[in-house]
């Protein structure tokens, strides 16, 4: 076999082994388990690997719980993205990022579950890192909220603000989809409608805003 094959396929079953590990984390965390009371050993003996192994991937669980923390968030900033550089009205904009931030929660329930419990408790490198995250969410769409007629000429302090507004109804909202039962589009279709009034609302507010 090539040398360059060979590594290729190391390199492969080395990323299979790290995201098992990840995955394996997340089902031990179902239920009322913090990501603090669950050992090393209980994560590798779930991903099928020997202890020693783990340190092939990460320096310790504070490094595994980063990675979660940053995997939670990854797509979810992209999808965001992509939601608002769609050419829609202001109002069908809010809707379409209302719609997409609830399915992928709904999509990634136990990443956020996770994220939901380790932002108000838990191990505080891994409190940092969600706040963190949180804080690029914020800065993101306060970069694109400047680019709207109305608010073009808002300082940064304040489209930081009225981003940290929506962004803050966004993560209230998680925990409200995280609540939700499975197979109830009802339910599910009433939390966004009031999910995407609670945004307009902010937005609206932001339109009789006066940036000093």
């Known amino acids: 076999m090539p040398a360059a094959v060979a590594r290729g396929l190391r390199e492969t079953q080395k990323l299979r082994t790290r995201q098992a590990l990840l995955d394996a984390t997340l089902e031990l965390l179902e239920g009322e388990h913090s990501f ?37 968030f990854r797509t979810l900033r992209q999808l965001m993205r992509d939601a608002r550089s769609a050419p829609l009205p202001a109002r069908q904009l809010i809707r379409r990022s209302v719609e997409t931030f609830v399915a992928h929660v709904r999509t990634h329930r136990r990443h956020f579950r996770f994220i939901a419990r380790e932002r ?13 995250e949180i804080r690029l969410v914020v800065s993101e769409l306060a970069t694109d909220l400047g680019r709207f007629p109305i608010t073009s000429t808002w300082r940064t302090e304040d489209l930081q603000m009225t981003a940290s507004l929506l962004v803050a109804a966004m993560m209230n909202g998680m925990l409200d989809i995280l609540d939700l039962p499975p197979s109830r589009p009802d339910e599910e279709a009433e939390l966004t409608r009031m999910l995407e009034k609670q945004l307009r609302l902010v937005v609206l507010g932001a339109g009789q805003w006066k940036s000093a």
Not at 121 to 129: K, N, Q, Y
């Open 36 to 72: 603090a009371s669950v050992s090393l050993r209980e994560v590798t003996r779930a991903a099928g690997i020997v202890p020693t192994a783990f340190y092939r991937h990460f320096r310790d669980m504070d490094e595994l719980g980063l990675a979660l923390v940053e995997e939670s």
């Open 120 to 132: 108000a408790g838990g191990r505080s490198a891994i409190r940092a890192a969600v706040r963190s």
